[in-house]
């Protein structure tokens, strides 16, 4: 039984969302909750899935467990949320195969395609499986969330408005898919806004502007509520304030209720042994039973494989985003060799013997300046060149990666996803697309300009400002609202890299030391040249830059330490909820 | 709270993994500045001493950086010999690079931080270099 006890949220300035809502549902129960538009429905079902924001007061208890001390355990709750749950590159059977294993413990091999199947069966969609989520309608696509939900067999489903934009018929496939999932010793729970189809329902839950208005059969609306037609209702509703409907209910509750309540009682009844109930303390042996899960969560590293998998599969998928990453991996290197098509020109050097007249030296200098400053600023330029091209493939790398899917973290999270499992997951993925883009970089600018120095040290370098500015992405994707956001704010990242460097420009003293140590492009590009020492072009590249250059092992400490703060922010960040 | 948010983040981590890479990082900048400088054991040269009287100095190994000037002479069996200025005191010194170190490309301009030796007769030999 699920019982909520003067359930009340308050959020900002304590305005309350929810008012002391009192609630009561068996298991085998399909109940709907429905209200205007901002009565709290959805509030309402977050509260009971733990993720609304905001300061709660009340008890929430299932089956006699107290939520707060002991939480749903994943598998025990379905949360089907309005918006879709499903990648669109996947079709419905990869999706609901990975939902099981990401949440059942040793679902494999033919164990694993005869649950998928089965799941699938249970929805209708089985001679849709093999259908790309991008073309199944909207009907459909709320059947494999719904297909998704269930593959953990959970006690308890929350249902968001899964039948909001839906034609009437698919509308009413949907509730009676509901009700079908209800049957199976499941309490399922539907915010709608809809009022068709509540024949269907075992009980009908009224919110009006936070406060509980109703919760009884649906035989008894009109009754109650004194209209003659269910469409007015809600306008019924707005002719008194939320206390009076709230006061009116307290007084006429009992009568309603008695039917689900007796029923919630039963049930109650039958969870405890006489044994159990003799005794004042509740055994721990009850205790464990209670908060057991019905369904053993998979380990990390299995969701990591997954997940892993999963990436690959929707990255293959993707033609846009497959010739985009052909498109840059291929040109950025290109852009960078026109400058050196030719190979490197050489550098005269300065007569080292006391056989010029002072004349002769000055001129001599000046020369040697001239031609220095050019080669100088061209092997500078082209580093950093390589440089800020591969900040800007990291930063389209992850820019996105986690906030244009986070919904479907959230809803995986919700669901036994360990933030973990999900960072490493994105980490490995990317480290090979940085790998490819790197290295490939590194080895053209080699070949084809004839760029000299260690070339090895120079793939570790430019791999590492990949992977810096790949991971610091990451974790902005992972802090940020929104794609867009994130993305914005990713390639304002890159748009700094350059000036404060100082490869082209000397910042002052002051500001160089305060900002140099965020630059992840300076310290790549200090790298690489560290790799030209044993050239001249070391030396000429010195007397160009007004920058002065550090140490290669340390350019690499600290692109690390850029790496490691970027996985810490995307880790810190994927655990912060998102789901509002 | 949301239930669910309670053993969810804790802005105390952002804060102590904040410290700890700070701490790092300065770490980490200190010693790869002591080690990216293979002659940090040895003793700078004072110039000013050296130029008073190099004798005193004999036997003794010294660092010194500095900006390749001229060469001032050249033997095939004793090495090059050439006018360095001292970044610290911006004062030239002569330096012999012997034949050993003669594969070494050492032109007007470049920087080096050299490990010098006096020698018997007060000059000062290169015993190894390398670019500053």
């Known amino acids: 039984m699920l019982e909520l006890q003067d359930v009340s949220l308050f959020v900002g300035d304590e305005e309350a969302i929810l008012s002391g809502v009192s609630l009561k549902f068996p298991r085998r129960h399909f109940a709907a909750i429905i209200g205007p538009s901002g009565c709290g429905k959805s509030t309402l079902l977050k509260t009971i899935a733990g993720i609304a924001p905001g300061r709660e007061e009340g008890g929430i208890r299932w089956d006699t467990r107290d939520l707060i001390e002991h939480d749903f355990a994943p598998s025990e709750i379905g949360y089907v949320p309005q918006f879709s749950i499903a990648h669109e590159e996947l079709t ?16 494999r091999g033919e164990e694993l395609e005869t649950l998928v199947e089965n799941t699938l069966d249970e929805v209708g969609l089985l001679e849709f499986a093999d259908r790309l989520v991008s073309v199944l309608s909207g009907g459909q696509k709320r059947r494999l969330a719904l297909a998704m939900e269930i593959a953990s067999a ?7 408005e899964v039948t909001s934009g ?22 399922v729970l539907s915010v709608t806004h809809s009022l068709r189809h509540l024949d269907l329902y075992d009980s009908v839950a009224v919110l009006h502007r936070g406060v509980l208005a109703y919760h009884g059969p649906a035989a008894e609306l009109a009754h109650y509520f004194r209209v003659e037609n269910l469409e007015d209702l809600y306008a019924r509703l707005e002719e008194r304030e939320p206390a009076d409907w709230a006061a009116s209910w307290n007084k006429h509750s009992a009568a309603y209720t008695a039917e689900i309540y007796e029923s919630a009682v039963a049930e109650v009844i039958e969870s405890f042994t006489a044994e159990e109930l003799s005794d ?33 599969r929707i990255f293959f998928r993707s033609r846009g985003q497959l010739l985009l990453q052909l498109g840059l991996i291929l040109g950025f290197p290109v852009l960078v060799a026109i400058f050196a098509w030719n190979g490197l020109p050489q550098v005269q050097n300065l007569s080292v013997g006391l056989d010029l007249n002072v004349v002769q030296q000055l001129a001599e200098a000046s020369d040697f300046l001239k031609q220095a400053s050019k080669v100088g600023s ?34 995986e999270k919700l669901s036994g996803l360990r933030c973990v499992s999900y960072i490493a997951s994105k980490a490995v993925f990317l480290f090979l697309l940085v790998a490819a883009q790197s290295i490939w970089m590194g080895l053209f600018v080699h070949f084809v300009c004839g760029f000299p120095g260690d070339l090895g040290a120079q793939l570790v370098f430019l791999l590492l400002v990949n992977a810096a500015m790949t991971s610091i992405c990451l974790g902005i994707s992972a802090w940020m609202a929104s794609a867009e956001q994130a993305s914005l704010v990713s390639i304002y990242l ?32 200090s790298g690489v040249l560290q790799t030209l020492r044993g050239e001249r072009y070391y030396d000429i590249v010195q007397m160009v830059v007004q920058t002065a250059l550090s140490p290669a092992a340390k350019c690499a400490w600290v692109l690390c330490i850029h790496v490691v703060i970027g996985l810490f922010l995307a880790w810190t960040g994927s655990r912060a909820s998102r789901m509002t | 709270m949301a239930r669910r948010s309670r053993s969810s983040f804790q802005p105390q981590w952002l804060i102590a993994g904040g410290i700890a890479l700070v701490a790092l990082f300065a770490a980490g900048s200190y010693f790869f500045n002591q080690a990216s400088d293979p002659y940090r054991t040895a003793a700078p040269l004072v110039v000013a001493t050296y130029l008073e009287n190099s004798n005193s100095l004999r036997g003794n190994t010294y660092r010194v950086q500095g900006e ?65």
């Open chain 1, 378 to 411: 061209l092997v500078s330029g082209i580093v950093m060149f390589q440089v800020i091209l591969l900040t800007l493939m990291g930063a389209n790398n992850a820019g996105r990666e986690i906030a244009a899917e986070r919904l479907i973290f959230e809803k």
């Open chain 1, 154 to 160: 959970p006690a308890i489903l929350l249902c968001d």
């Open chain 2, 68 to 132: 390749v000037l001229n060469v001032l002479g050249y033997s095939p069996s004793e090495g090059r010999l050439i006018s360095v200025g001292v970044d610290a005191t911006n004062d030239i010194v002569p330096v012999l690079i012997p034949s050993e170190l003669g594969h070494r490309d050492i032109e007007k301009g470049q920087k080096f931080i050299f490990l010098l030796e006096v020698t018997d007769q007060g000059i000062l030999r290169a015993k190894d270099l390398t670019k500053a």
């Open chain 1, 494 to 525: 890159v748009g700094f890299q350059l000036p404060l460097s100082g490869a082209v420009l000397a910042l002052p003293d002051w500001i160089g030391a305060a900002v140099r140590p965020f630059i992840s492009a300076y310290w790549s590009w």
């Open chain 1, 280 to 312: 004042e303390d509740e055994s721990a042996p009850a205790k464990q039973r209670r908060a057991a899960p019905s369904v053993e969560l998979p380990g990390a590293g299995s969701q990591f494989v997954t997940l892993l998998a999963r990436r690959f």
């Open chain 1, 166 to 187: 839906l034609d009437a018929q698919a509308e009413n496939e949907v509730v009676q898919l509901l009700h079908g999932l209800a049957g199976h010793d499941r309490l």
């Open chain 1, 92 to 107: 419905a059977r990869e999706c609901v195969a990975a939902a099981v294993k990401l949440r059942r413990r040793g679902a």
